[in-house]
């Protein structure tokens, strides 16, 4: 651990008070746990709580390359939620990017220029010789592409949680980002999985029952270096019951029928393997949301684009059903709300 890293930890571990955030946390799991009763949750900490230092900014690349550099990026975020007596639960993760599954198998890494402060990703195959090659093979090595940094950094965030006792207590580390079973595919295959999942089912079913299995194996090594914890866990800030945080981006472009056929049977099998969670999704999702609320341990939904869904239908499929909303827009909350929508306590937003 290098000195800055040092200041700056020492610096968060000072200024973690340990009421405002048990108060937070608590608030985090009535909501979770059907106890608020409000109409929109939007938590906040009581206070402003500024450093006492200057935290250095850490760009997305240096932090991709060094292990103190992406510490301090990632718990700087936690210095800027109590700076900004934001709501959030505090949280750090292995920001590699959304590619950390497909670069298990080998395919080309794509790094994007310093300026543009954005997360890597990946080239697709786009050749169905190497993906029968690649199911061929199996789980492939979970050390390949970003695997054993993202173990690595896990065990740098475990020993930091072990050295400072509040910063273990309050701050959550998250699972990295390993997308979901038809999102690893689209990036590892790419946008032809589309025509194969009607042309060639048998074989894009069978790069699935692989995604699933490189997850399984991968999340089960993660949870040796970082545990889960038992009463629930955090994503983005945002906290939910049950252990993972799929992401089903792709789903956008399916129909209902096809999300019954080639997400939902891959998404339940991870959920029932890790005790249940939450799901991400971007773009319109309305077409699928029923056959996504109906999986058995989805607890709440992250979706980033309400404007373009028919959000009474989701509401009907979710919060009717007591699925929770996590950090849904609050324009898209409060128009729900002047509309006459009761939103029965499920709904957050920032």
């Keep these: 651990m290098n000195d800055t890293l040092k200041r700056c930890l020492d610096d968060l571990e000072a200024r973690i008070d340990p009421q405002e955030e048990d108060a937070i946390l608590q608030a985090w799991r ?66 590699y990017g959304s590619s950390i599954a497909p670069l298990l198998f080998g395919v080309e890494v794509f790094v994007m220029e310093e300026e543009l402060e954005t997360l890597p990703t990946s080239r697709p195959l786009n050749d169905k010789a190497a993906i029968r090659r690649l199911i061929d093979a199996g789980v492939p090595d979970l050390s390949t592409g970003y695997g054993a940094r993202v173990m690595e950094m896990g065990a740098r965030y475990a020993a930091i949680a072990r050295q400072y006792p509040k910063i273990g207590k309050y701050v959550f580390i998250y699972h990295p980002d390993m997308q979901g079973p038809m999102d690893i595919c689209e990036v590892v295959w790419g946008s032809t999985i589309f025509y194969a999942a009607l042309d060639e089912p048998a074989l894009v079913k069978d790069l699935l029952e692989l995604a699933v299995a490189t997850y399984t194996a991968f999340l089960r090594e993660w949870e040796q270096v970082v545990p889960f914890r038992p009463e629930g866990n955090s994503h983005w800030g945002l906290y939910h019951r049950g252990k993972i945080m799929l992401r089903d981006d792709s789903a956008m472009n399916f129909s209902k029928r096809m999300f019954e056929e080639f997400i939902g049977p891959y998404d339940q099998r991870l959920l029932d393997e890790f005790g249940g969670g939450a799901i991400h999704f971007c773009g319109k999702g309305d077409h699928y949301i029923p056959a996504m609320a109906g999986l058995r341990g989805l607890h709440a939904i992250n979706l980033s684009q309400p404007h373009l869904n028919d959000m009474e239908k989701v509401y009907h499929h979710t919060v009717d059903k007591g699925i929770k909303l996590l950090n849904l827009t609050r324009e898209a909350a409060e128009a729900a709300l002047l509309a006459g929508r009761d939103l029965r306590g499920q709904v957050h937003c920032a």
């Excluded at 106890?35 to 900014?57: A, L, V, Y």
């Excluded at 800027?80 to 920001?95: E, F, I, K």
């Design 30 to 95: 009535d909501f979770s746990e059907n106890r608020f009763h409000g109409d929109i949750f939007s938590p906040q900490r009581s206070r402003p709580n500024p450093p006492e230092i200057e935290w250095p900014h850490v760009s997305i690349n240096t932090a991709l390359g060094d292990f103190d550099p992406m510490a301090l990026q990632q718990f700087g975020g936690c210095s800027q939620t109590l700076a900004d007596a934001g709501g959030a639960v505090l949280n750090v993760r292995c920001n």
